[in-house]
């Protein structure tokens, strides 16, 4: 069975700083990877995935993620926070290959909130 | 592409009533799910079908709660009688098989007094 731990409910930033959300996954077998966010009111957004290839992956916001095998993360970062991008965001994982019948596997959230 | 769709966006009801919300997956989507969030537990996992036939419905809370698909474009999460505590909202997503994520509705605020 496949685990996704969050490891900060809360993050506090001051615009403009960088920032890294922190996940972390256990998998028996391969997976994918992705990172949803929420903002308030509305419905859970995809914002970046890794399916294979370069670990590095890019969201078109700024945003970015890398895939660490051997420390199982998928943390995500971005050099520089806009008030817009106050939300929430969860990290997710499914597995790998065609028998998958979609399930993902989320983990609690981190609220990300930036301040002016 | 439409997304998927659900409705109503918000419903307001009384404590002992049937509530039925509704979702249209994306066209070509096989897999669908229903989940429901709240402050206190977060994204809870209540159901899915593959292909139209439910294949974990281990979240699902009490027996008051029921999940058809009867086609592939259509689900309902039925809940008779609703409680206070159903307050929530419910999201409905579709993805394909192969596990390359889900594509979510934009939920439902149920609010049970």
């Known amino acids: 069975a496949q685990s996704v731990t969050q490891l900060d409910s809360q993050v506090p930033v001051f615009e403009e700083a960088p920032v890294e959300l922190r996940c972390n996954y256990s998998?028996?077998?391969?997976?994918?990877l992705f990172w949803y966010v929420q903002y308030p009111n509305q419905g859970l957004q995809l914002l970046l995935k890794?399916?294979?290839?370069?670990?590095l992956v890019k969201s078109i916001n700024g945003f970015e993620a890398e895939f660490n095998k051997s420390q199982t993360s998928f943390h995500l970062r971005k050099p520089s926070v806009h008030i817009s991008d106050t939300a929430e965001y969860f990290c997710?994982?499914?597995?790998?290959?065609?028998?998958?019948?979609?399930?993902?596997?989320f983990g609690q959230g981190t609220t990300l909130q930036v301040k002016p | 592409d439409a997304g998927v769709i659900q409705s109503p966006r918000h419903e307001v009801t009384e404590m002992g009533q049937e509530v039925t919300l509704r979702c249209k997956p994306i066209s070509g989507h096989n897999s669908l799910f229903w989940y429901r969030q709240t402050m206190m537990r977060g994204l809870e996992l209540l159901i899915y079908?593959?292909?139209?036939?439910?294949?974990?419905d281990s979240g699902m809370p009490e027996d008051r709660f029921s999940a058809k698909m009867p086609n592939a474009s259509f689900s309902t999460l039925k809940i008779q009688p609703s409680e206070p505590r159903d307050s929530a909202v419910y999201f409905c997503?579709?993805?394909?098989?192969?596990?390359?994520?889900?594509?979510f509705g934009s939920g439902t605020r149920l609010t049970v007094v």
């Open positions: 890794y399916l294979s290839g370069s670990t």
């Open positions: 079908f593959n292909n139209n036939v439910p294949i974990d």
């Open positions: 997710a994982v499914s597995k790998h290959g065609s028998s998958n019948t979609g399930k993902l596997i």
């Open positions: 998998s028996s077998v391969s997976v994918y």
């Open positions: 997503a579709s993805s394909r098989d192969g596990g390359y994520g889900y594509t």
